[in-house]
């Protein structure tokens, strides 16, 4: 929400673009969540590919950095990079659940909650990015793709919430 209020008032105080706000923030996000994933898989394999999703996503982030026009465009690349190596770490999240007995206790577990809403939007909304990016014209298919990203972001948080009321407290 922070960074949504920003963008919103860099854009309307200054009347600059704020790509520069979201292109900071992305970095921020993504990075987190890899840790988190990784913090949360045991398997030493699954941690080293997700350690390597990092590094790939980071170079991928500096090269945008340096390629492109980072106060006026958003960083695309990094961004796909980013939603593609998320998308590959719930996908090792998923494989190691099925492996341990936290299986039988998944619907307790909010980072199970939190990674099918994401799994989920970045599934549908990579295409739609790379869609409006690149193939971007002005008529009603363009409308009906922001409707449907607008519903896969309400599902996020549908399942985000779902997380949060079904989680167990720690004792």
Do not use: H
Not at 136 to 160: A, G, P, R, T, W
């Amino acid at each position: 929400m922070l960074t949504e209020s920003l963008g919103m008032y860099v854009k309307n105080a200054y009347g600059i673009p704020n790509a520069i706000v979201y292109n900071i923030y992305y970095v921020f996000y993504f990075s987190l969540f890899f840790y988190v994933f990784m913090k949360a898989i045991k398997e030493a394999k699954f941690k080293k590919y997700i350690k390597i999703g990092i590094a790939v996503y980071w170079l991928f982030y500096l090269s945008d950095w340096i390629f492109t026009d980072f106060m006026n465009s958003g960083f695309i690349t990094s961004y796909i990079i980013g939603a593609a190596i998320l998308i590959f770490c719930i996908v090792l999240y998923y494989i190691s659940i099925l492996q341990s007995s936290l299986v039988l206790v998944v619907k307790n577990d909010l980072l199970f909650w939190v990674s099918v809403g994401l799994f989920l939007f970045y599934i549908g909304y990579l295409p739609i990015k790379i869609i409006r990016t690149w193939f971007y014209k002005q008529d009603s298919f363009f409308e009906i793709l922001l409707v449907i990203q607008f519903s896969l972001v309400i599902i996020m948080y549908l399942f985000f919430m779902t997380g949060f009321l079904w989680m167990k407290k720690k004792s």
